[in-house]
T-cell receptor, first 115, second 114 residues
Framework: SQELEQSPQSLIVQEGKNLTINCTSS?????LYWYKQKYGEGLIFLMM?????EEKSHEKITAKLDEKKQQSSLHITASQPSHAGIYLC???????????????FGKGTKLSVKP | DAGVIQSPRHEVTEMGQEVTLRCKPI?????LFWYRQTMMRGLELLIY????????DSGMPEDRFSAKMPNASFSTLKIQPSEPRDSAVYFC????????????FGQGTRLTVV
């Protein structure tokens, strides 16, 4: 079965610093989703990557997809306390010709930002 | 649309009792997922439905767990009998067919079995 491994598991950074979170799949990626979660709350969609080499940005968060490496990275520039939370990557396990099918997640990366 | 709605938000029950978690997906979405989240195991997929039909329930831990989706606007996850190790946050998510569509998550139900 396919698995998503995230690294690091937890991260503490000083406000204003840049950081990167990685997500590596054990099998071919048919798309990659990034979500953010505040403890005890639901997951908030950040962005989705569909094609190898694709890069998307939202405010100070940038995500890239490397299909060959079966990997995605999430980069935060000039981190702020509002960026704190758990970041999860998710991926559909099979390509049903357009349907999403099964959606699995990594175990998450807990980010703390020190003011 | 109000998003994916789960109830209750919190549930505390005694070991051996039956627990029913409820989910109302976003109208028009044809996929519904049930997940369980714990510190140790992260977010685990339990079961998912497509057009109200269970497609993959291989993530359901035991026969004590069952899920139904009687119509497009309602799903339940039942645990009978409940055990302390079932304590976790249970999330429901829904999405529309086609890549390029995010999965929308409910706020979750925090279950504590004592």
């Amino acid at each position: 079965s396919q698995e998503l491994e995230q690294s690091p598991q937890s991260l503490i950074v000083q406000e204003g610093k840049n950081l990167t979170i990685n997500c590596t799949s054990s099998k071919t990626l048919y798309g990659l989703y990034w979500y953010k979660q505040k403890y005890g709350e639901g997951l908030i969609f950040l962005m989705m990557l569909q094609k190898g080499g694709e890069e998307k940005s939202h405010e100070k968060i940038t995500a890239k997809l490397d299909e060959k490496k079966q990997q995605s990275s999430l980069h935060i520039t000039a981190s702020q306390p509002s960026h704190a939370g758990i970041y999860l990557c998710g991926a559909p396990t099979e390509n049903y010709g357009g349907s999403q099918g099964n959606l699995i997640f990594g175990k998450g990366t807990k980010l703390s930002v020190k003011p | 649309d109000a998003g994916v709605i789960q109830s209750p938000r919190h549930e505390v029950t005694e070991m051996g009792q039956e627990v029913t978690l409820r989910c109302k997906p976003i109208s028009g979405h044809d996929y519904l997922f049930w997940y369980r989240q714990t510190m140790m195991r992260g977010l685990e997929l339990l079961i998912y439905f497509n057009n109200n039909v269970p497609i993959d329930d291989s993530g359901m831990p035991e026969d004590r767990f069952s899920a139904k989706m009687p119509n497009a606007s309602f799903s339940t996850l039942k645990i009978q009998p409940s055990e302390p190790r079932d304590s976790a946050v249970y999330f429901c998510a829904s999405t529309a067919i086609g890549l390029g569509t995010e999965a929308f998550f409910g706020q979750g139900t925090r279950l504590t079995v004592v």
